[in-house]
């Protein structure tokens, strides 16, 4: 069964630090990997995306990495603000068999910025 | 900006009652699935839907489940006789060709009493 694990779970920082969040995943037949970013009762909304073939992707203040061969995925957030409180979780999709995109998804890193 | 809709966004329902959860893709959207959260627990797969057919589905996704796409616009997911263990929030995705991004609903949040 393929597992994904996310770590820390939880994490509290002050506004303007620089923080890594951690994304372990047991299958190494992934196609890509998604980071998604999850408010308190809502939706998820997409925050990057990184294909199997490349080995980061940054938008703004936001990097992911992929290293397929130790399974590891991290986001890197610069400068964190209190807007980016949040529930951060990581999802991938597996190469082949009859997945048409199914992500298989983390538990997530519950993200605190305090002023 | 394109974006998946999803109605309603709160639903109550008895035991033994079913329910249909409405979604509306992004117009030029190939792939569509449904995912559902318990409270407190990770995002699971339940379907995958593609070329008016199912192609992907999770344990999770018995006969009380059932998928549909009536028209060209909506993305429909039934619940025939809902269990206490259904309450949970139900997230609509789509996407388009190729291996690219899922984008996903707002949501429903199913709660059965």
């Known amino acids: 069964k393929q597992e994904v694990t996310q770590i820390p779970a939880a994490l509290s920082v002050p506004e303007g630090e620089n923080l890594v969040l951690n994304c372990s995943f047991t299958d190494s037949a992934i196609y890509n990997l998604q980071w998604f970013r999850q408010d308190p009762g809502k939706g998820l909304t997409s925050l990057l995306l990184i294909q199997s073939s490349q080995r980061e992707q940054t938008s703004g203040r936001l990097n992911a990495s992929l290293d397929k061969s130790s399974g590891r995925s991290t986001l890197y957030i610069a400068a964190s603000q209190p807007g980016d409180s949040a529930t951060y979780l990581c999802?991938?999709?597996?190469?082949?068999?009859?997945?048409?995109?199914?992500?298989?998804f983390g538990q997530g890193t519950i993200l605190t910025v305090h002023p | 900006e394109p974006e998946v809709t999803q109605t309603p966004s709160h639903q109550v329902t008895q035991m033994g009652q079913e329910v249909i959860l409405r979604c509306v893709p992004i117009?030029?959207?190939?792939?569509f699935y449904w995912y559902r959260q318990i409270l407190g627990q990770k995002v699971e797969f339940l379907v995958s839907f593609y070329n008016n057919e199912i192609s992907e589905k999770s344990e999770i996704f018995d006969d009380q489940f059932s998928v549909e796409r009536p028209d060209g616009s909506n993305f429909t997911l039934k619940i025939r006789s809902t269990k206490l263990e259904d309450s949970a929030m139900y997230f609509c995705?789509?996407?388009?060709?190729?291996?690219?991004?899922?984008?996903f609903g707002p949501g429903t949040r199913l709660t059965v009493l």
């Open positions: 999802a991938y999709v597996r190469i082949g068999g009859t997945s048409y995109g199914k992500l298989t």
């Open positions: 117009s030029n959207h190939l792939y």
């Open positions: 995705a789509s996407k388009g060709q190729g291996w690219n991004e899922q984008f």
